[in-house]
Structure formats: C-alpha cells, structure tokens
C-alpha cells in the first residue's frame, strides 16, 4: 500500500509540473508576442521648431500614433530657428522649419535630407475691433508699417486702400517675433520682394533688427499681444488667428487683387511657381506674379530637416514611415487646418529624399 501512494504522489507531482511548464510557456510567448508583433518595439520619436506648423503637427503626431500604438512622437514648438540648431546637435529626431536650409547652412552640420511637407499662408492679423469687414492692405501699405513710417490706422495710404471704410484715428502697434522663426524669414523675404528700402535697411532672416514694435515668442506670443492691445498688427499662421478670434487682411497681389489668406489662395501660389519648385523645392513661393490673380502673395512651404542617418534601425524606420504619411494620407488633415497641400512633382521629390535615409549606414528595412 505504501509504494502505491508513493506511486501516486510521484505522478501528481509530475502532471502539477507539466501543467505549470505548460503556463509558464502560454505566459512567456505570449509577452513575446506584444513585444514583437506586427506593431514592433516601442519607439519615442522627438521633434521640433516651427510653430507655424505647430496645429497641423500636432494632428499628424497623433493620429500617426493612434494608428501606430509603438509609436509616440513629442514635438516641442519653439520656432524654426531653435528646432534647425537642434536637430543639428542631435538632441531631436527632426527639425521643423517655415524656411529651407540654404548650401551654407548644411555644410555646417551632419548630412541632411530636407522634405517640404505642406504649405500655408502667412497671415497679416489685426485688433480694429470696430471693424466689420477685413482689412485691405497693398505691399507699401505692409512696409510701410513695419519699416515703422506708417503710425496711425488712419494713414492716407490705408485709407486708400480702404476705400469707404470708416478707419479710427488709431495708434498702430507692431508686434513681430522674438525667436529665431521661418515664419519671420517668409514674412521678411515677401517684405524684400515687394519693398528695397526693407531689403536695404532690414534684410531677410529667422531674426531680424525690426525698425519697430514689440516681440512675442512663438505664433503663440504674436498671437497674444495683438489680441490684448487695441491697434496692434502681427504676422502669424491662420490656424492661430482664427482659433482666438482674430481677422486677418486681404493682401494686394502683383495682379492689383486684394485676396485673403487661405487653402486655396496658398494653392494658387504654390502653382505660379511650379516649374521653379519641380526642379527645386526650397524655391521661394511669395510674391507670385501678376499671372496668378488668385495667389495670397504671403504663402510659404514648410520643411522637415532630417539627418539622412542614425544608429537605431527602429527609431529610423518608425520616422521614415510618419514622414511617408504626412506627404501623403496626411496631406488631407492639413487641408482642414488652412495648409495648402502638396503638388505631386514636390511629393514626387519627398519619396526621392526619403529613400536615402539610413540606419548605421544601411538601407531602411
């Protein structure tokens, strides 16, 4: 009797170990299995600079990670200048920037890859809150302002340009940006264009010596400034005029047209200068010519700058794919958020750059 419980407890103990063996091997290919399934290891993607491209960046961050659960991406808005020097330190991912990188620029840092990613219109926003249409402003009207010759919103210039409409006999303010920002670089290229005393005394750059005014930092402080002073003017992205409630100006083209900023408008502009942007995406869009009546003549591209290697294979892979995206499915999102979007030769040209990104000097996966 003894050695038959002997018997008995042996196989219990044998068959509570097979069972256990069989749990324990459930458990651990399971965990395998979420780690390495079709989404991959976790990857952290950081990025930043433009904050004009800041609300249509944040959709793109967010519905690319919903989509791609692996995957987070924190962008940090703190101007186009600030996201190039970091992205050249390599403390980010990606740089974004309202103004390309020019040949000097990049033969100071590591080999980079420049990919326009949508378009929009820098906008002339006000506080005239008596005002019940918008504002119509010709180009010498615009330099005029800000060169600081122009003080009062009842300057005879604007009122011609405003023809019937009761302006006040307002004190202008200017408010401009603060930081190293693409957004001041397309505003002061479109201000050299149009005005050479601007381009003699100013010049074009992400900073300048403004002649006038006050500074905000980010679209964000431009924003604020012109909405809590009666007679401010600034420089800002739609998206930020019309989340606070701003109006914006309807600027003269070189066709004698006042147009609005808009999808459409920047659309008009981007296809005034096709064929320059075909051969050359970092082509300035601003000032279209008088062929293009329909063109916001203040419209500029926006880039991403991003280092053509990397040591991390997954890291490398999960950036080309969010930049695949943006140019493509994510073309649609800007659209809503008054970016215009790409024409299919500066697409064409993005699936090109994006082919020479590599990890540890080796092709993608």
Known sequence: MRKSADHSRVRLRAGYALCLASTLFVVFT????SSSGSEGQSVELNGAGSTFVYPVMSRWTSSFSNAHSNVRINY???????????VKNGTVDFGA?????NDDQLNGMKPMI???ESAGPVCITYSLPDLDKPMQLSSDAIAGIFLGKITSWHDPLLVKDNP?????NTKILVSHRTDGSGTTNAFTTYLAAVSPEWQQKVGVGNSVDWPVGIGGKGSEGVTAQVRQTPGAIGYVELTFAQQNKLPVAAVKNLSGKYVLPDTASTTAAIAAFSDQLSKDP???IVNAPASAPDAYPISTLTFLIIPKDGPDVAKRTALRNFVQYVITDGQASAATLNYAPLPEGVKSYDRQQLQQMTAGGQPLP
């Open 30 to 33: 399971g965990c395998k299995s």
């Open 76 to 86: 940090q808005s703190i101007g186009s200048g600030g996201g190039v020097q970091q």
């Open 97 to 101: 920037s309202d103004a390309a990188l």
């Open 114 to 116: 420049q990919i326009p």
């Open 164 to 168: 019937g409409v009761n302006l006040p």
């Open 282 to 284: 970092r082509t300035s």
